[in-house]
């Protein structure tokens, strides 16, 4: 077993709970001096740090939202000066700003040490060589992967993302052992072997980690028997730090949360309320180590639930459930609710593959109307019109069967969605746009 820093992922919860009291308060502290936003928010509520003597007062705060975050850009939720800090990151925030994220030195050494964390849960060691196929960029992916990589000793091939040709000639010339990217991405490799006839057993590959987008259960299925791998779920998001957040240990029965330096709590996104542990509601993370970038009680969107129950690989910190989809794209279509996901688990049942896909919600007539776009590949005989319409015809039932909704199902020529550079949202409601 490879627990990377056994004296806090198997800390007793007496202990955790005492080192997260005293870390929190020194953020609180913090942020109340350091950040306006912050202290205006608590004095709204007349709190001063001071006051918070046990976790509990924790749920008293008001929570932080990406808006709160865009509204601040660049740079004024930073808790320090900007000459403390050493490495500025952006995620895509809202459609107004993206969000900016700061480290200093020492953030930039606890994220290597998480990330090294979240590699060894899955088997990682400094005999691996580790292909990192995320973009190289502003986005926090492929840094925070590359350098708790090295953390660990491990080689790293800086791959980044596309030519997937070029990708597969890297993981077989060079020998990588463990492949890093979304499972998207993962599933296209797997379709490019195959076109190119490569078998995967050739490989010395062994695992993947993937992260970066919510995937289930079937997905991985399929990315373990195409690639001939075990793939490993991890979390992270660039508000609270980038990957490293929380992973799956061998077990694979939900993410370890690194709850040395994040406090998890999930609640219901309607009331933000608590919900009891087991059910699903909104992820929400306060930072504790954090100094450049520190969050208090931020609102990831991101659907899970929390298990408390200790672990058989023997760490201590709980674990969220894999995330199930995101509260703000649940799409309400006359007066159903749709989880672009569940729509995704029916297109990979059906066709036996997760294709790129986009939810379009219209106003057709003053009626509500629901579009799935799906990229068309070799798989779906695009030259073949007539098995395409009885394609699109069983996807249509079984949407109807599953979410009970008659949707109109369109394929799209191969890459005009582009879900390897995140430039096409999940779901596009125009409904919202003709209202305005
Ligand atoms: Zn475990």
Redesign the pocket.
């Known amino acids: 077993m490879n627990v990377w820093d056994r004296a806090h992922e198997c800390m007793s919860r007496e202990e955790l709970e005492q080192l997260q009291l005293e870390r929190l308060q020194a953020t609180l502290n913090r942020v109340y001096r350091n950040v306006s936003f912050y202290k205006k928010a608590f004095d709204a509520i007349g709190f001063v740090p001071e006051d918070l003597n046990d976790l509990s007062g924790l749920s008293r705060l008001p929570f932080t939202t990406r808006k709160d975050l865009a509204d601040a850009y660049p740079y004024e939720m930073f808790a320090v000066p900007l000459r403390e800090v050493v490495r500025v990151h952006a995620s895509s925030g809202t459609p107004e700003n993206p969000s900016v994220v700061g480290y200093t030195a020492n953030d930039l050494k606890h994220w290597s040490e998480l990330v090294a964390r979240m590699l060894s849960a899955a088997g990682v060691t400094k005999d691996d060589v580790i292909q990192v196929a995320f973009a190289y960029g502003l986005l926090t992916g492929a840094f925070g992967l590359h350098y708790g990589a090295e953390r660990i000793g491990a080689s790293v091939i800086p791959s980044s993302v596309g030519n997937t040709q070029r990708q597969i000639r890297i993981l077989k010339d060079y020998r990588t052992t463990t492949l890093v990217c979304t499972p998207g991405y993962a599933m296209r490799i797997a379709q490019v072997l195959e076109e190119m006839e490569i078998d995967p057993k050739t490989l010395t590959l062994r695992r993947g980690l993937f992260g970066g987008e919510p995937w289930g259960d079937e997905v991985r299925g399929i990315i373990e028997a195409k690639l001939y791998i075990e793939a490993y779920d991890n979390y992270g998001l660039s508000e609270v730090m980038g990957p490293g957040v929380a992973a799956e240990?061998e077990?694979r029965d939900g993410m370890?949360v690194y709850e040395d330096h994040f406090i998890p709590e999930i609640i219901d996104p309607e009331t933000g309320q608590a919900v009891p542990e087991g059910s699903v509601g909104e992820l929400v993370l306060t930072t504790i180590t954090k100094e450049a970038f520190p969050v208090i009680r931020f609102r990831t969107g991101d659907l899970t639930s929390m298990n408390n129950q200790r672990?058989?690989?023997g760490?201590t910190v709980s674990r969220i459930g894999r995330i199930s989809g995101r509260c703000d794209e649940i799409i309400i279509i006359k007066g159903v609710n749709v989880y672009p996901k569940s729509i995704g688990s029916i297109l990979t049942a059906v066709t036996g593959t997760e294709p790129a896909y986009q939810l379009v919600a219209d106003a057709v007539n003053h009626q509500d109307a629901l579009e799935v776009r799906i990229e068309v590949s070799e798989r779906f005989f695009f030259d073949k019109m007539e098995r395409q319409r009885i394609l699109v015809e069983r996807l249509q039932k079984k949407i109807r069967d599953t979410v009970g909704l008659t949707a109109h199902v369109v394929l799209v020529e191969k890459g005009s969605i582009n879900r390897v550079d995140e430039t096409s949202p999940m779901v596009v409601d125009r409904r919202k746009r003709s209202t305005a």
Request: proline share 0%.
């Open positions: 240990c077990k370890h672990c058989a690989c760490r």
